[in-house]
């Protein structure tokens, strides 16, 4: 992040001409990949822009899809699959919503319960392993935050990776973010699939174990957006590119190690996450390979909601038949970010569509057509 000198410069170039400030409210549920929104807002970044945001914290997905639909939020902390499932209509989106930049990459882990560490269970091959020794028990109750996460996805390509028969060996469940952790320390989950730092709570407080980081199975996987209505987005045009330049900015700032500490004192505070620092920061630090918030990972790719459209396919949520290129097309609006990007000097990629790396190879538009190429051996992480 730049000197408080350089900081008071590009106050000055991002100021817009315009009169009195615009009010917008922006939604986030409480996870440490809202950083940037939390830092744009308590670092003035969103002053700066000419906006007056008031940043409004939900305890789930759900509230946030409810309020972006009916325009109570401009804009939110929202999951990949968000703008693809409005895009279809499924779920109760009943507006179409757009995802104009990514809010970094990572973040996410998968935390197996005491009950299945003491039982020698620690990824998913001794899962499977023990399911076959147990076929009479009930399945593992395992969370993730909603269908449309990347969470329910990676999840279920790590069980499949270690021979765990997802739907009959597993019941996959959905909770808030907030209350996993403390639904596996009352025994009513044997794992979770989430963002931080509900893995690492419930790893401190000695209720689970974390197995498995999700970028071990997908590199640099996307995970947040920013998404905003497009009704909203289409009357209000102008105010796109200072909601991104200030997000942006709030980007740069969390991925500077030298604002590690006050990083963590922001996203403590009760009306952020509202956990004790010593997790944010035993997250921060610990996790620093399975996070980005580098604006390097801000870009808004095409090729990241087919690469998601092709994994409902491969799982049969979604028809083979349908046209996954012009459906992930709907979901992403590119030019406000290349437009944030190019003023504050950062590079964005050449095309809407860049390749989206895997374990073994690439993933492209013109495969997503074909579901089994997002398909990679895992044998390393399970």
């Not at 989950?189 to 963002?195: A, S």
């Not at 374990?359 to 990679?376: D, H, L, Y």
């Amino acid at each position: 992040m730049p000197a408080a000198g350089s900081r008071q410069k590009l106050q000055t170039l991002a100021r817009p001409e315009r009169g009195a400030a615009t009010t917008l409210q922006i939604g986030f549920v409480p996870l440490i990949d809202a950083a940037p929104l939390i830092a744009a807002q308590v670092l003035g970044y969103f002053a700066d822009e000419g906006l007056t945001v008031t940043l409004d914290r939900q305890i789930g997905w759900g509230n946030i899809r409810d309020k972006l639909t009916f325009g109570q939020l401009q804009a939110a902390h929202a999951l990949l699959g968000m703008p693809l499932y409005s895009a279809l209509g499924r779920e109760w989106f009943s507006e179409p919503l757009l995802a104009v930049m990514n809010l970094g990459c990572g973040a996410d882990a998968i935390t197996f319960s005491q009950r299945l560490i003491g039982a020698g269970i620690t990824g998913a091959n001794s899962l499977a392993a023990w399911r076959r020794r147990s076929r009479g028990d009930m399945p593992q109750a395992i969370a993730h935050v909603f269908d449309c996460s990347v969470h329910h996805y990676l999840l279920r390509m790590w069980l499949a990776a270690g021979e765990v028969d997802v739907e009959r060996d597993a019941r996959l469940c959905v909770l808030p973010p907030p209350q996993v952790a403390r639904h596996m320390a009352k025994g009513y989950l044997d794992g979770f699939c989430c963002g931080e730092p509900w893995n690492s709570l419930a790893a401190r407080e000695r209720t689970g174990r974390i197995v498995a980081v999700t970028s071990d199975i997908i590199p640099s996987h996307p995970d947040k957006v920013l998404a905003v209505n497009q009704r909203w987005a289409n009357a209000h045009p102008e105010l796109v590119k200072p909601l991104v330049r200030a997000i942006l900015r709030g980007m740069q700032f969390c991925s500077d190690a030298a604002n590690l500490s006050r990083v963590v004192e922001v996203l403590a505070a009760p009306q952020h996450i509202g956990v004790d620092a010593t997790v944010i920061d035993e997250s921060l630090r610990s996790g620093s390979r399975w996070r980005g918030f580098d604006t390097a990972n801000g870009f808004p790719s095409v090729t990241h909601h087919a690469w998601y459209a092709a994994e409902m396919t491969r799982w049969r949520h979604l028809s083979p038949d349908g046209d996954i290129p012009e459906l992930a097309r709907r979901c992403v609006s590119a030019r406000a970010f290349r437009e944030a990007a190019a003023s504050l000097g950062i590079d964005c990629p050449d095309t809407d569509e860049p390749a989206m790396r895997l374990r073994n190879g690439f993933f492209t538009i013109e495969s997503s057509s074909n579901a089994a190429a997002t398909k990679c051996p895992l044998a390393a992480v399970v």
